[in-house]
């Protein structure tokens, strides 16, 4: 699950014009010394039909894959633009290792110098070729109004139709590989399983990759509808046995494979990775008051940070329209300020922030209750989190997995807490999000083999 929201700096997106040469393709890291902040960026050079693509990611603002505006190069000297944000950055290339330039926003020029990476390296938990799979690139139409889904398939050799699962990611605009400092745990996660004769379907969400719609309307439920689409997809392929198709969630995504099986008989299974046991605005709480207290902020002010948030929380889940609640929601921030004198440049600032909490998505997450869902879950269910888990605390969350799971003659039931491991089922030390991209390890591979092994040994 992603936090909300994540405010940027600066949004730079690169894009396509090139010379014929090759020494820009790869990847290029940075450091922006802006002041009060340096900030790390990472630029992706792709060269295809004698033309440049790429992407920018800023790690430290957890703002990743931004998409090419324009990028000019003649194998020496690199140009990139982003006209809507007022954004160049020039370089030149020294060797083929060094980008030495200045990138420019407004009346600000600053020096930043990039220098190829091997991100593979930083990730050793990225597969690499060769595959012994097939690999398959699909798009799934959702009849209701027609957004397409752009997703990869993977099945498995031996040509007998296998057990599928069908990857769901959590909250925020997400690519199929579920795409987070650099990791790309779903690639590990269908890799992995795809080897041990499983197929895997894992799509870009709504508005992401390549596939269409409108994120800023999405919510828990619309992906709800386009997870059983997909696995009406799956049934048309002969390759799946179609008896043996399941939904593994991670975060949000474990909510969102919940509803789907509720209103889905036909799904065999559910994995839940820190999935949602209680109430959206519960779990946002709890994880601004762990986050707070983690990071040293004093016992008085997380106190009135709960009160303002549940305030807050409460606007969004009224009946209130989304101008209503960003009005209001503003004059409580303003009066948490003490009702100092902002300027009008800052109040407006203020209300885009609280604009969050009149987003679709917010506004039905906060009022989610999974024990309104989980009695009509018939499925196997295997639900994990990890004890360091900071944005889905792990013993509530599991306890009401568990105790929402009427009891039904036959079904597997698991559920399993792992100490020392974070959202992103990682080893970690605190459990912050900041840690994340610090973590070599992608996914624990205990919680790899756990479920392999889970999905296998079902009937």
């Given amino acids: 699950m992603k936090l909300h929201p994540i405010s940027l700096f600066l949004l730079l997106a690169l894009g396509a014009l090139s010379a014929s040469a090759q020494a820009l393709t790869g990847d290029w890291s940075g450091r922006l010394d802006a002041g009060q902040a340096r900030l790390s960026l990472t630029f992706h050079f792709t060269l295809h039909e004698g033309r440049y693509t790429g992407s920018m990611d800023s790690p430290d603002q957890g703002a990743y894959g931004i998409e090419a505006d324009s990028v000019v190069t003649d194998g020496h000297r690199l140009s990139v633009c982003l006209s809507k944000a007022g954004i160049r950055y020039e370089a030149s290339l020294e060797g083929d290792s ?10 600000a020029r600053l020096p930043l110098d990039l220098r190829r ?31 397409t889904l752009a997703g990869t398939l993977t099945l498995p050799a031996g040509g007998q139709p296998s057990r599928a699962v069908i990857l769901l990611t959590g909250s925020g605009t997400q690519d199929r590989d579920e795409t987070l400092f650099h990791h790309r745990p779903f690639f590990v996660l269908a890799d992995y399983l795809t080897r041990r004769g499983i197929a895997v379907l894992r799509c870009d969400d709504r508005g992401a990759g390549h596939s269409t719609g409108n994120p800023s309307t999405a919510t828990t439920r619309t992906a709800a509808d386009d997870a059983a689409c997909m696995i009406a997809y799956l049934k048309t392929r002969p390759e799946i046995d179609s008896t043996r198709i399941g939904l593994l969630g991670h975060s949000e995504g474990g909510a969102i494979a919940f509803l789907t099986a509720a209103h889905c008989p036909e799904v ?20 601004n008051t762990v986050m707070s207290r983690l990071e040293g902020m004093p016992e008085s002010k ?27 929601a503003t004059r409580l921030y303003e009066q948490q300020m003490g009702n100092k004198a902002i300027t009008a440049a800052q109040r407006q600032q203020l209300r885009q922030q609280m604009s969050v909490f009149a987003s679709p998505w917010l506004r ?33 969350n599991l306890e009401g997995i568990r105790q929402g799971l009427r009891e039904k003659p036959g079904r597997q039931v698991t559920v399993k807490c792992y100490p020392e491991l974070n959202h992103l089922f990682q080893h970690c030390t605190t459990g912050l999000f900041t840690e994340y991209g610090q973590i070599r390890e992608t996914i624990s591979p205990e919680v790899l083999a756990d479920i392999a092994a889970w999905l296998n040994a079902l009937d």
Avoid: K
């Avoid at 200045?102 to 009346?107: H, I, K, N, S, V």
């Avoid at 065999?268 to 994880?287: C, E, K, N, T």
């Avoid at 549940?310 to 209503?324: D, F, M």
């Fill in 268 to 287: 065999d299974f559910v994995v839940s990775m820190a999935g949602p046991g209680v109430r959206g605005d519960s779990i946002l709480l709890w994880q």
């Fill in 364 to 396: 039905y997450f906060l009022r989610f209750d999974p024990q309104d869902i989980l009695p009509g879950v018939e499925c196997h269910v295997l639900a994990l989190n990890g004890d360091r888990d900071t944005q889905v605390e792990a013993a509530s």
């Fill in 302 to 328: 997380i106190a009135s940070l709960r009160q303002l948030l549940r305030e807050v929380y409460a606007l969004a889940e009224s009946g209130l329209t989304g101008e209503e609640v960003i009005e209001r």
């Fill in 117 to 147: 990476v091997d991100l593979l390296a930083m990730r050793p938990q990225t597969p690499r070729p060769p595959f012994p799979y097939r690999s398959e690139e699909v798009s799934i139409t959702n009849p209701q109004d027609g957004t």
């Fill in 98 to 107: 060094l980008l030495r330039g200045t990138f420019t926003q407004g009346t």
